[in-house]
């Protein structure tokens, strides 16, 4: 704001100082009473028929009039000379006054667009996390081995894991999909899904969803390698939902029973160092 009055209060300035000398400019070229009185002298006495006179008074009358002639035009020249000067001070300010009014106009248009590049971002921050704060948050919460009754298992049992919603807005389109192997531990090689996937299903805020997968029945060998801690049952699956954001999110899960950690006596499932993740 003060740098606006300031180029106003200059432009005003020499606005003035042109109207100035601009005035001064006509008075000299249009107004020429004391440098033309000589010849007005002149012309009147011709007119009423008086003699003009010779020699050195009407050289004197000529050189007079010719003289006030070229003072005139020498004082219209110098005050010319002046205004023409004024005005390109002036010219030259106001082209210093308009590049700072540009400057001014370029660091406001780049304050206002770096304003709204900032509002948008708070708005896009307050959305993420809005979303992340109440979009439904699927994973893995626990899993056993059911049917299971000892040493040399000779009927099939099942395992089954339990996915639960920890978020503040339903899961739609919830589905698994998984199976269960017997293999060395640690694992020496990735496991194939073998059961389709089950579902759609909801799983609203604080809810849970069951998914159980059948083992068949081990052989003596395959107790002797889980007694020894040299084997383990894996169960492993991947899983995909739809949050109330209308995103699709995606996870997978590996457990084992077994292995390293030996036969559990509550049946529990523990999990993978791999293989788990959720977005």
């Not at 012309?43 to 009039?65: F, H, L, M, V």
Request: proline letters at 4%.
């Amino acid at each position: 704001m003060a740098k606006m009055i300031l180029n106003v209060a200059v432009f005003g300035f020499f606005l003035l100082v042109v109207c100035v000398l601009g005035f001064f400019l006509w008075k000299t070229l249009f107004t020429p009473e004391t440098y033309g009185q000589i010849d007005k002298n002149t012309e009147i006495a011709r007119s009423s028929g008086q003699p003009s006179k010779q020699g050195s008074g009407g050289d004197s009358s000529s050189s007079n009039g010719s003289k006030s002639t070229e003072e005139a035009i020498a004082d219209y020249t110098k005050w010319l000379a002046i205004f023409t000067l004024f005005l390109v001070l002036a010219t030259i300010g106001l082209f210093i006054s308009g590049e700072r009014n540009v400057e001014v106009a370029r660091k406001s248009a780049d304050a206002a667009r770096q304003s709204a590049e900032a509002s948008k971002y708070a708005v896009e921050l307050s959305d993420r996390t809005a979303e992340r704060q109440l979009r439904a948050y699927i994973s893995p919460h626990s899993g056993m081995v059911l049917d299971l009754a000892g040493a040399y298992q000779t009927e099939p049992f099942s395992l089954r894991i339990i996915f639960k919603n920890s978020g503040q807005t339903p899961a739609y389109s919830f589905t698994a999909e998984g199976g269960v192997a017997f293999d060395k531990y640690p694992l020496a090689q990735p496991l194939q899904i073998t059961d389709g996937p089950s579902g759609p299903s909801v799983i609203g805020p604080a809810g849970e969803y069951t998914l159980n997968v059948g083992m068949k029945a081990l052989t003596k060998e395959q107790w002797d390698a889980l007694m020894s801690n040299t084997a383990a049952i894996y169960v492993h699956g991947k899983f995909r939902y739809r949050d109330a954001f209308k995103k699709d999110r995606r996870g997978s899960f590996l457990y084992f029973y077994g292995g390293a950690g030996g036969l559990r006596i509550d049946r529990a499932l523990t999990f993978y160092h791999e293989g788990n993740d959720a977005d």
